[in-house]
């Protein structure tokens, strides 16, 4: 290549999903298979929901046996479910979803002394995991409260709320968030 460099497109996470699922199933991978499975199908219904909203700002969603589109109409609900994708954003925020769903479910189980469930958690966390961007280490994340605490103004607890908002878009996905907001509420009520 003379001085060009060619960037190829990271693949989405559905795409990664749907790769991996397949590499699930020849390797006869049930915990991975079935989580990535219902994975997918959260990603999925977020999407439709995701249009449904949409059609439905707009006007575009009929009631009635008897209603039909007109074809201007009819257009633009074929441009929406074209262009209706959902964001990385969005997919981090479900994948998210899922992964707090799994902690919880572990933490429920392991008071419930059933050890096998927790354990069935956990590999399902461990692949859910797999797709959450590098998390930052320890340093990292200070770093990033003590700049938020600048930045803020943040003085005392009173703040907490104001500092957790703007950490949360920068770490949320990166660092563990409930960690997150005991550091901050500690350095807080130490101001």
Same mark, same amino acid.
């Given at each position: 290549?003379?001085?060009?460099? #060619?960037?190829?497109?990271?693949? +989405? *996470?559905?795409?990664?999903? !749907?790769?991996?699922?397949?590499?699930?199933?020849?390797?006869?991978?049930?915990?991975?298979?079935?989580?990535?499975?219902? #994975?997918?199908?959260?990603?999925?219904?977020?999407?439709?929901?995701?249009?449904?909203?949409? #059609?439905?700002? @707009?006007?575009?969603?009929?009631?009635? =046996?008897n209603a039909q589109l007109s074809p201007e109409q009819q257009a633009e609900v074929?441009?929406?479910?074209?262009? !209706?994708?959902? +964001?990385? =954003?969005?997919?981090?925020?479900?994948?998210?979803?899922?992964?707090?769903?799994?902690?919880? +479910?572990?933490? &429920?189980?392991?008071?419930?002394?059933? /050890?096998? *469930?927790?354990? *069935?958690?956990?590999? @399902?966390?461990? /692949? =859910?995991?797999?797709?959450?961007?590098? @998390?930052?280490?320890?340093?990292?994340?200070?770093?990033?409260?003590? !700049?938020?605490?600048?930045?803020?103004? &943040? @003085?005392?607890?009173?703040?907490?709320?104001?500092?957790?908002? *703007?950490? +949360?878009?920068?770490?949320?996905?990166? $660092?563990?968030?409930? &960690?997150?907001? &005991?550091?901050?509420? $500690?350095?807080?009520?130490?101001?």
């Open positions: 290549m003379t001085g060009v460099q #060619l960037f190829r497109r990271m693949p +989405s *996470l559905v795409e990664r999903l !749907n790769t991996d699922l397949k590499d699930a199933m020849r390797a006869g991978d049930a915990v991975r298979r079935d989580e990535i499975r219902g #994975l997918i199908a959260m990603l999925k219904t977020e999407q439709q929901s995701k249009l449904t909203r949409t #059609l439905g700002k @707009q006007g575009l969603i009929l009631h009635g =046996d074929d441009r929406i479910r074209a262009t !209706n994708a959902l +964001s990385d =954003d969005d997919e981090q925020a479900i994948l998210l979803q899922r992964v707090k769903q799994h902690r919880q +479910s572990i933490e &429920a189980f392991q008071q419930g002394k059933r /050890v096998d *469930l927790a354990q *069935l958690e956990e590999a @399902q966390l461990a /692949v =859910d995991e797999s797709y959450l961007p590098q @998390q930052l280490d320890a340093a990292a994340v200070e770093e990033a409260i003590q !700049n938020a605490i600048k930045e803020s103004g &943040a @003085q005392g607890p009173r703040d907490q709320g104001k500092l957790m908002g *703007l950490l +949360s878009p920068r770490l949320r996905g990166r $660092a563990d968030m409930k &960690a997150v907001a &005991a550091r901050v509420q $500690a350095l807080l009520a130490a101001s």
